[in-house]
């Protein structure tokens, strides 16, 4: 039933690119848990063990903080219609601000999103694969568009207001550093 790999297959590649959605999940050791589902169009494969994702802006922005001080990081995909499978990537991740000098790069490798605001890149240290059959099918209708909506709106001044308010720290008080002077 459940296998462990030490990079990421063809296979394991195949089924990844084939998920519409996948969730994150980080925390300090004094930390609250995190659990964050991801969407769209913002998950690559970048070689046999590393991975990067684009983050978008939202609510909170504690995989961000997490990820600064214990850079451990859990991405689990789970199959929703066909076979039965989760896949869990381990590994060691870190931030990349838009004011990083890697940003531009990065974030090519990506299609342009309104309120696009870090992307997070995963040393993979252990591809682990289970099966899944009490995981209920759904069907998959459509993204959400309410999200790059409200960030198209707000426009650049908007959504850095935003961050200044709302994303500079962790429910735990834990800095983001997403604003800087070059953001």
Known sequence: MGKKYSEITDTIQKFIQEQKIFFVGTA???????????????????????????NVTGSGNETAAHVQEEPRMTIMFSAFEGKPRILRLYGKARVIHKNDQEWEKMYALFKPIAGARQIFELDVNLVQSSCGMSVPFY?????????????????????????????????????????????
């Open 28 to 54: 300090t050791a004094d930390s609250r848990v995190n659990v964050s589902p991801k969407g769209m169009d913002s998950f690559r494969v970048l070689d046999k063990n590393t991975i990067a994702w684009l």
């Open 139 to 183: 069907t998959y209708v459509k993204e959400r568009e309410e999200l790059t909506s409200w960030a198209a709106k707000e426009g650049d001044e908007g959504i850095k207001e935003y961050w200044e308010k709302n994303n500079q720290t962790s429910l735990d008080a834990k800095a983001t550093h997403i604003m800087s002077k070059n953001t």
